[in-house]
Nanobody
Framework: QVQVVESGGGLVQAGGSLRLSCSAS????????MGWFRQAPGKQREGVSC????????YYADSVKGRFTISRDNAKNTVDLQMDSLKPEETAIYYC?????????????????????WGQGIQVTASS
């Protein structure tokens, strides 16, 4: 069974930075796009960023463009999300997930329904 585990969350002051890391095991990691999502209390889960299996293509939600950076290391089966200039409204549980199917080297899905294996989530809190 595929295992996905997030780490690196925590509490930071607004304007600060955090780096999330996600490891995935028991799958051919470099066959699958990876995504980061978040869910704030009382809100729906939303896509934050994704990266193609090759690492050659990335996507960012408009709200995080220029502040968040996604990267992956296929040799280590990890994908990271560097989050800078965090805002209080970005306080949420952040989830990492693997794409449901193999995609083209340039593609990463933005629809959460196209992701299959999810981590347990990790809390990120940006205090004002």
């Amino acid at each position: 069974q595929v295992q996905v585990v997030e780490s690196g969350g925590g509490l930071v002051q607004a304007g600060g930075s955090l780096r999330l890391s996600c490891s995935a095991s028991r799958l051919t990691f470099d066959n699958y796009a990876m995504g980061w999502f978040r869910q704030a209390p009382g809100k729906q889960r939303e896509g934050v960023s994704c990266i193609s299996w090759s690492g050659g293509s990335t996507y960012y939600a408009d709200s995080v463009k220029g502040r968040f950076t996604i990267s992956r290391d296929n040799a280590k089966n990890t994908v990271d999300l560097q989050m800078d200039s965090l805002k209080p409204e970005e306080t949420a549980i952040y989830y990492c997930a693997t794409a449901r199917r193999k995609t083209e080297w340039w593609d990463c899905p933005t629809d959460p329904n196209k992701y299959r294996n999810w981590g347990q989530g990790i809390q990120v809190t940006a205090s004002s």
